[in-house]
């Protein structure tokens, strides 16, 4: 079983749909969750960063941890064409930046 | 600011050949790291520096080298490149070790080794 699982994709909604994309993990000791966004051809950019369990909300989107499950959401509001990229989730069990374990990405395509 | 640029975009190398990827950021950041990722992966890391003449390795090291002689730069060197090499590379940087420090990613240098 991989460390962190992603929903393989890829996903295409129409623009205004709500997206939810998804990670599971089986690493317990996982604290800190993070949801980067890589468009086609570009190195990723940090979207999101949570720790522990709960919800966090920045603009149209939302991160949601759940660690008794040992999975983790990302709520994408009123979706944008612009929004069309890879989306990779990513975890750690310390706070350290070289401790970073990524999911494989999941494509998001949304239809004008 | 450029941020991190790398170079170059890409490249075929044959087996058995050796190239040096280039990284520099211009952020003043203390720590770089490199990265790969192979289609349909996750990210992996590679190499990282916590400063100028110190670097340590990630989670997968072997058949590479890294140097660090300055603030700014942190090249990546294959040494006889083999199939299993062929893969997107990312270097990074961020100011400071934790995950309050976002690390800032470069374009990426896409290499195939034939």
């Known amino acids: 079983q991989k460390e962190v699982e992603q929903d393989p994709g890829p996903l295409s909604v129409p623009e205004g749909a709500i997206v939810s994309l998804n990670c599971t993990y089986s690493?317990?000791?996982?604290?800190?969750f993070m949801w980067y966004r890589q468009y086609s051809r570009k190195g990723p950019e940090l979207l999101m960063y949570t720790y522990s369990s709960g919800n966090k909300e920045d603009g149209r989107f939302t991160a949601q941890v759940d660690k008794s499950s040992k999975y983790i959401s990302l709520f994408i509001r009123d979706s944008q064409p612009s929004d069309s990229a890879t989306y990779l989730c990513a975890m750690s069990p310390t706070g350290a930046n070289s401790k970073l374990t990524f999911g494989k990405g999941i494509t998001l395509s949304v239809r004008p | 600011n450029a941020g991190v640029t790398q170079t170059p975009k890409f490249r075929i190398l044959k087996i058995g050949q050796s190239m040096t990827l280039q990284c520099t950021q211009d952020m003043n950041h203390n720590y770089m790291y490199w990265y790969r990722q192979d289609p349909g992966m996750g990210l992996k890391l590679i190499y990282y520096s916590v400063g100028a003449g110190i670097t340590d390795k990630g989670e997968v090291p072997n058949g590479y080298n890294v140097s660090r002689s300055t603030t700014e730069d942190f090249p990546l060197r294959l040494e006889l490149a083999a199939p299993s090499q062929t893969s997107v590379y990312f270097c990074?940087?961020?100011?400071?070790?934790?995950?309050?420090?976002?690390?800032?990613f470069g374009p990426g240098t896409r290499l195939t080794v034939t």
């Open positions: 690493n317990s000791a996982f604290q800190y």
């Open positions: 990074a940087s961020s100011y400071g070790a934790s995950l309050d420090y976002e690390q800032y």
